[in-house]
């Protein structure tokens, strides 16, 4: 049975029908592509935010283990104004007074500031210059000369046994013998009311000249030889 032959307009409907069906294909594949690459971007979304998530975790241990290392300095005891009385043996000693400079001829404070420094009473660098811890000495003695009793004063750090400690750090020939403290004003070259200076000399020294100076010559009248050497 032959089929009806087709009209123009039929060809031409079925044409569009066709055309239109390629359009709407095409057209729902590319939004399945791009909603595809929606949703693979949805997905790098979370591992991008997750990578953040675990940068941020990784500093934030970082910060957490890291040791900060703070210096902590202890101040050190407040200073008092004190006298301190000590006697000395000056045999082999330039005298009594320090030169802080002189780094050759020893002198007795010489001993007893290093001592300070080393039980911590002073600092250094009171010991270079000692005008920062009013540093000041009854009396003066030259070289070679002997105290039975003399008195600094100054500002240091009051220490328990402090007479104890200093003369472990001294030579046998010098011995403190205490510290007291005293107001800041005081000031023991000032304050001293009276200084003994007693000058000993051997017999031997008044022998005639006529006769042999041994050490076994005796004076039999001091008061005597006192005159015959002044000449009255």
Known sequence: MLSPSRSPAQTILKA????????????TSVIVEQKEESND???NEPLKKKFKDDTDVEVETSIATTTTTTEIRLRPPKKRKVCVSFGYCGAGYFGLQRNAKDKVHRTIEDELVEAFVKVGAIPQTHADDMSKMAFQRAARTDKGVSAVANLVSLKLSPLENLTQLVNEQLPEQ???FGVKRVAASFNSKNSCDARTYIYILPTYAFCPIEEITSESYRVTSLNTKIKQASGS
Do not use: H, L, N, Y
């Open 16 to 27: 569009v029908v066709t055309t239109a069906s390629t359009v709407i294909q095409e057209s």
């Open 41 to 43: 971007a949805d997905d």
């Open 174 to 176: 010098i011995r403190m």
